[in-house]
């Protein structure tokens, strides 16, 4: 069965730095791209970025690009998102997504329950 | 980059009634890059529907995409209890390389 677990909710205050992480289980995790999504309070899914575990390949919506760093670690199946210094505006969920599909396309097939970002001073 | 426009927002339906989601993209795209996914309250989003028409794993028969160029729908047949949530239409491909619709929100009349 595949699975994305991440990890616990963070409470954090402006200027503070963070990772969060994403494990992937069921499934081989060098192969498949891992995609992280925000969804602020109350609001729709953004696509921030994306990584392939096998190399390292990563992408980056623009919006994103800058604010963010996805890395993962294929010895043990695990993607993380970082913050070097959050902001009040960073609050809000985060999930981690595999990247299924073939050679012409990635689709977000499996999420993680999501990890809540909490930043307040 | 290609925006995503869902419509309705809200959708007020009753249990049993069909439920017709429109999702209309700023310009052409194929449709073997559209996706569809149903989100839950306090729950993470579900792949329903991938290349704008196939059913993704475990998904009930009742849901089906359609659509090509600009224009895609997904369908409820008949709306069942645990059908009520928010609707996400995604294209992948442009840059950015994923984008998002601002949802249909699927409530109990």
């Known amino acids: 069965e595949v699975q994305l677990v991440q990890s616990a909710a963070e409470v954090k205050k402006p200027g503070e730095s963070l990772k969060i992480s994403c494990k992937g289980s069921g499934y081989k995790f060098s192969n498949y791209w891992i995609g992280w999504v925000r969804q602020m309070p109350g609001k729709g899914l953004e696509w921030m970025g994306i990584i392939y575990p096998a190399n390292s390949d990563s992408r980056y919506s623009p919006s994103f690009q800058d604010q963010v760093t996805i890395s993962a670690d294929k010895s043990i199946s695990t993607a993380y998102l970082q913050w070097s210094s959050l902001k009040a505006s960073d609050t809000g969920m985060y999930y981690c997504?595999?990247?299924?599909?073939?050679?012409?396309?990635?689709?977000?097939?499996?999420w993680g329950q999501g990890t809540l970002v909490a930043v307040s001073s | 980059e290609i925006v995503l426009t869902q419509s309705p927002g809200t959708l007020s339906l009753s249990p049993g009634e069909r439920a017709t989601l429109s999702c209309r993209a700023s310009?052409?795209?194929?449709?073997?890059?559209v996706a569809w996914f149903q989100q839950k309250p306090g729950q993470a989003p579900r792949l329903l529907i991938y290349g704008a028409s196939s059913r993704a794993t475990g998904i009930p028969d009742r849901f089906s995409g359609s659509g090509s160029g600009t224009d895609f729908t997904l369908t409820i047949s008949r709306l069942e209890p645990e059908d009520f949530a928010v609707y996400y239409c995604q294209q992948y491909g442009s840059s950015p390389l994923f984008t998002f619709g601002p949802g249909t929100k699927v409530d109990m009349k």
């Open positions: 310009q052409s795209i194929s449709s073997i890059y």
């Open positions: 997504a595999r990247g299924g599909g073939d050679k012409r396309t990635i689709v977000l097939d499996y």
